[in-house]
């Protein structure tokens, strides 16, 4: 059987693939109480607000919404794990949930894609996706004491590592280490997939994907994209790219800019515009569809879908404006030393 890096590559070969949009927003439109997350689990905390925990205790929920990603064209569905992990999970008393959360999640996602590629033949695939948790190993939460962590990176790591192995046990493909905001949190995110793997005795893919935190192009541990790239290089991702951070419209030049470096697939999934005073996304369907049409007519892009405020309909208006568009054509890169600080450096040959 033919491993799952090597089954995305060639499907990418022949056209801009689609993943999917947020599962956030779409949750929120299901208006659901206290009890609908709680079900009969006995947690001492309140659960309304904890996603995730859908996968156990409304699990048609999320079935429903990656079924209805599918529905729009979506290649690759994302697990709904964002904040399946430990640290998240410390906020609702559900950390010993954690395994099954994130087991129950992939086994959802593997179900409705095995349904869909078994309805009409074309290859599905499942990212389970791992957020960057509340903590960060690159800054200090204390303003008076710069070299203070809430945690360290073993601790992350092994965070990390106990959702990696539930995603793949559930089925998961990739592990999609997203909205990176802090690259060392990144790094114990790869750590633990590596060993993931080696622990299986198998590759398990990686996909990685960057979020900005202002419009010069830099993540809140101030790596710019470019140094970002340099730092991860050595993961082998099958995909690099950016997601959240702001609307397409302001992800152009960073879109750019990796699209020329990287010698891998590029997935990007912006935001659904900027949020309005109140906190929701305006932006319709076809005005992002239209504002990445741009990237793919630029052949900038291998893989398309929406974060936060996209919905089935997003999906759908941008699957249908880049078909038949080319996928954009993977880079050689010229053997050279290159380091990340928060700025790259390349050393000549």
Not at 53 to 59: D, F, G, N, R
Not at 171 to 195: C, P, S, W
Not at 204 to 224: A, C, E, K, Q
Request: glycine residues 8%; negative net charge; proline residues 5%.
């Amino acid at each position: 059987m033919t491993n799952a890096r090597d089954r995305l590559f060639a499907e990418a070969a022949k056209r801009i693939l689609m993943t999917d949009g947020a599962f956030g927003t779409e949750i929120q439109n299901w208006k659901l109480a206290e009890a609908d997350y709680a079900g009969d689990l006995g947690l001492t905390h309140d659960q309304k607000g904890n996603n995730d925990i859908l996968a156990l205790t409304k699990p048609e929920v999320p079935r429903i919404i990656t079924e209805s990603y599918l529905k729009a064209g979506s290649d690759i569905v994302s697990t709904n794990t964002f904040s399946a992990n430990k640290i998240s999970q410390a906020d609702y008393g559900a950390e010993a949930l954690v395994r099954e959360i994130n087991v129950a999640s992939a086994r959802i996602a593997r179900e409705c894609a095995d349904a869909f590629e078994a309805a009409d033949g074309r290859p599905r695939f499942v990212a389970g996706a791992i957020g960057p948790t509340n903590k960060t190993l690159s800054l200090s939460p204390d303003v008076n004491d710069p070299g203070f962590r809430e945690i360290d990176f073993d601790y992350l790591k092994d965070v990390y590592r106990e959702q990696v192995d539930a995603l793949i046990e559930g089925g998961a493909d990739f592990i999609l280490i997203e909205t990176v905001f802090d690259t060392l949190n990144a790094k114990a995110g790869v750590m633990a997939v590596i060993e993931a793997g080696e622990a299986l005795g198998r590759e398990v893919p990686i996909m990685l994907s960057m979020t900005l935190t202002d419009l010069s192009g830099r993540n809140l541990s101030g790596h710019t994209v470019e140094a970002f790239w340099h730092a991860v290089r050595h993961a082998r991702p099958v995909t690099i790219g950016l997601n959240c951070s702001f609307g397409a419209e302001q992800l152009r030049p960073h879109v750019a800019t990796l699209s020329k470096l990287c010698d891998t697939l590029i997935m990007v999934y912006p935001n659904a515009g900027l949020p309005n005073e109140l906190g929701a996304y305006d932006e319709a369907p076809v005005t992002t569809a239209g504002l990445v049409r741009d990237w793919a007519e630029q052949r900038q892009v291998n893989i398309l879908g929406g974060c936060c405020g996209s919905t089935p309909a997003h999906i759908r208006a941008i699957a249908e404006a880049v078909a038949g568009l080319p996928p954009r054509p993977l880079p050689v890169s010229p053997v050279q030393t290159r380091l990340a600080g928060l700025e790259p450096f390349t050393m000549a040959a």
